[in-house]
């Protein structure tokens, strides 16, 4: 049962445009959600992140954005740079029950087109 | 300060034997946590670790078990290996305050 669900595996974007990047949950004990971009052979590197009694956090050019009536998250990151291409995942934790176990997304492969 | 560090960095060991891999977190930091990642099953969650106690754990069979000292430092053991054991390993360290968890480099384990 994947409790954490990225829909799009890729998304090309131009540069200096806005990429929004998508992410869905069904496990409603989730309270706190984050991003990570990750490079082949290298291990995840955190973006940012947002607790479920917020509804938007933001970090320079990086925003997320969350719905919990939709139970709905994303990503923007305006504007796009190549340095940005990566996979980027999402990823939860339900930290009411002292929980630090994170739940990851499958990972969307993001392309910025120069 | 410096990140998460973990090592060995890649390993080739055979099927039935054991490896140990072993990963230092974030000074201060008192969570450990191992993740799996493969290419059909993405990124799995193994155990966490938290004061030297086991505070979490994933679906993995018994032959994955890990500990943690008592300067943070957490080692992982898979024993009698199987070929789908070929996986990234990644560790990662958070204060318990953020909930921010920080990754290491990973240990490629190669299985042949």
């Known amino acids: 049962d994947q409790q954490v669900k990225q829909n799009s595996p890729s998304l090309s974007v131009q540069e200096g445009r806005i990429s929004i990047l998508n992410c869905d949950y069904t496990n409603s004990m989730f309270d706190y959600f984050l991003w990570y971009k990750k490079y082949p052979a290298e291990g995840p590197t955190f973006l940012i992140s947002i607790s479920s009694i917020k509804d938007k956090n933001e970090d320079g050019r990086f925003t997320v954005f969350l719905n919990k009536s939709a139970k709905h998250l994303s990503l923007h990151i305006v504007p796009s740079q190549p340095g940005d291409s990566a996979v980027y995942f999402c990823a939860a934790s339900a930290t009411n029950f002292g929980n630090e176990k994170l739940t990851f997304g499958t990972g969307t492969r993001l392309t910025i087109i120069p | 300060k410096a990140g998460v560090t973990q090592t060995p960095r890649y390993l080739i060991k055979t099927r039935g034997q054991q490896v140990t891999l072993s990963c230092s977190p974030i000074?201060?930091?008192?969570?450990v946590s191992w993740y799996q990642q493969t290419p059909g099953q993405g990124l799995q969650f193994l155990f966490e670790y938290f004061s030297e106690t086991q505070r979490n754990k994933g679906n993995f069979p018994g032959r994955f078990s890990g500990r943690q000292f008592s300067n943070s430092r957490s080692e992982m053991n898979v024993s009698t290996l199987e070929l789908g054991d070929s996986a990234l390993y990644l560790c990662?360290?958070?204060?318990?305050?953020?909930?921010?968890?920080?990754f290491g480099p990973g240990t490629r384990l190669t299985v042949t």
């Open positions: 000074s201060g930091h008192r969570s």
């Open positions: 990662a360290s958070s204060d318990s305050i953020t909930y921010e968890q920080y």
